[in-house]
């Protein structure tokens, strides 16, 4: 049994099995099993055996290898596994023939390599960084931007399956805050297979379609010119006409090169959400939302929980990105199959590429924050088994039909923020018509290659297609209001939905669904809203509440107002304090908070965006008050809300009442919600 800790000391463990029937086999020159010159022996062992995972961009497939007869008189499948591995490894096109661990839990296969990612407290020096670092005799290869005293580092070579036991001795070092070996996963894309029926009304086979995004409203103001779209995806068709001139800091994360150009036969997907986002509509072609944006195009073919990832997201940041579209994520399950045991498994986010989507949400854009946005998945599963798409900050875009239903695939949750349409299945089993059109249509890689022999295809679908043609929404809205921040983005986009299907819908009092989030996106609305948002706060009225809650491990997250921040950690983690401060050209109105803290008991400020409460990690807070203070104080209601250790339901208080103890003794807060609102 191997172990391997997200989030620190007191984090999340997962447990590593090795597998008694699997062997991951690398090539040399990284090429396709199937393309390389391999001994009569080799090749009957690859024709015998079944893949079960794969990582073309390594060039490594994981096969499982089928015991001969009965298991007792064979001696086991590991002796078959071993049998194989020894004779592959005599190979010479082949680099290795390794050991497979899984997921004790989900039996999902998991890669390791001789790397770690480790992050140092902010406090500990350079000197003493570098110490560790040679004490456990690790190379450095790079030192992290994205993160305090956070480095990518590697053992030496043959080190194996020992960087298990290299990463728990690092982590019980009291300077360090966060180790684990570089593992990897395999990253599934959200795609699952008329027109432009997205954008606006059309009519398909004689039916009128009218379950559209509004787009043609929000072009009125801004076709995205300024904003640069990052799609992270796989390989991407450069030289389309769709994106001619409009191509920006290219870069291949998993090559670390800058030509992010298709490189394997199935490098597809990632042109067709590009084009979703930002084509330019050329006659008979296809547009994106934001057909005059940028495309920062990356290629990213590494697994889960790569460094590259992260890197992936730090290029972008670095390099001008106002939105990162992902259409990417953990293995879903089968989504018409509700016994399928994949539906039920975790996938958590690395602490490497935690840090770096922290990264963007505060550094990108010059400091106001870059907007992500996941593809919610297409399970038919809870998004809060994915640690990608439910991670605070970002925007999960779930998928939504051509009759303005729920498309049948689509992942579902708390995490659910907006709805887009995209390609949907009939399903009789689940009482589902079949929809109206084949699907979205967008661009596709030129000639032979790609989905179809055209330069487009017309049906892409998935939340894969509905992840970038909201990314393309949240570009026009930044265009009409660069100062915006990702937090800002999110309270717009809620209140610019449509709140379709609201007979099945099952949204609550705050108008969410766990199905379509707020609703199907009103691209003109989101527009005109971030429109009015920009003009001064005295002469509109509008006043906007922002700031960011302090956790005891992790980075501050930011503030999305009357959302319960800190709900779906796994492990749930405590509340330190937080920061307000109101967004508005008025003086007068401010905010006077207190907290109650277990260290130095009831802490106060009046100062906007100063941090209140405690700094030390393993001190908590079980009480806070918010009041308004000014002479338009009178004007507005402060609401404020926190889930409380222990207790099901949620302690409730407003302007400046007490939520929580104001005693030296109490119940911890995990997670808290702050919502201003004219009275």
Known sequence: MYKVKFGGKKGKT??????????????????EINKVSLSRSSREIIDETKEVAAFPEAGITVRRVEPKGDLESTGGSTRERDAARATLKQDENIRFAGRVLQDADSGEVMLYTENFFVKFQDKTSEKDCLAIIEKYQLKIKSKLPFAANAYFVEATEGTGLEVFNIAEKLLEEKQVEYCHPEIVQERRFKGVHALQWHLAQTTINGKTVNEHI?????WGY??????????????????????????VHPLDATQNSKDPSPKVDDDNH??????????AGLPGGASGTAPEAQLMPIRLRSGLGSMAEANAFVWAADHGADVISCSWGPTDGEWWNPMDSVHNRFTGLPDSTRLAMEYVLKKGRNGKGAVILFAAGNGNEDTANDGYASYPGVIAVAACNDTGKRCVYSDFGKAIWVSFPSADYGWRAFQHPAPLSEGLRTTDRQGA???????????????????????????????????????DVKEIIRKSCVPIDKTNGSYDNNGHSTLYGYGRINAGLAVENAK???????????????????FQSGAAVILNPGVLIGADFKPI??????????????????????????????????TAGAFVGTTNKRRRIMGFAISLEGSEAGKYDILYSARLKGRKT????KNGKWCGSTKKSGRTVEALAVQLKAK
Not at 14 to 31: W, Y
Not at 214 to 218: L, R
Not at 476 to 482: A, E, G, I, K, Q
């Open 214 to 218: 509004n787009i043609e409203k929000a």
């Open 650 to 653: 949620l302690a409730k208080a």
């Open 573 to 606: 983690k405590r509340v330190l304090g937080f920061s307000l401060g109101l967004k508005s050209a008025s003086t007068k109105l401010n905010l006077y908070c207190q907290v109650n803290t277990s260290s130095e008991g009831i802490i106060e400020s009046r």
């Open 14 to 31: 997962i447990q590593l099995v090795e597998s008694p029937d699997m062997v991951a086999i690398r090539t040399k020159g990284n090429k």
């Open 532 to 550: 009015k948002a920009a003009q001064p706060a005295t002469s509109s009225g509008a006043i906007v509440l922002e700031g960011t809650v302090q």
């Open 222 to 247: 801004s076709r995205g010119k300024g904003m640069t779209i990052a799609v992270i995806d796989d390989g991407i068709d450069l030289s389309h006409p769709e994106f001619a001139g409009r191509i």
């Open 449 to 487: 290659a790609g989905y179809t022999s055209d330069n487009y295809v017309n049906t892409f679908g998935g939340t894969s297609a509905a992840c970038p043609g909201m990314a393309g929404v949240v570009a026009l809205m930044l265009s009409v209001n660069p100062d915006l921040s990702p937090a």
């Open 270 to 279: 990632g042109t067709a959400c590009a084009g979703v986002a930002c084509a």
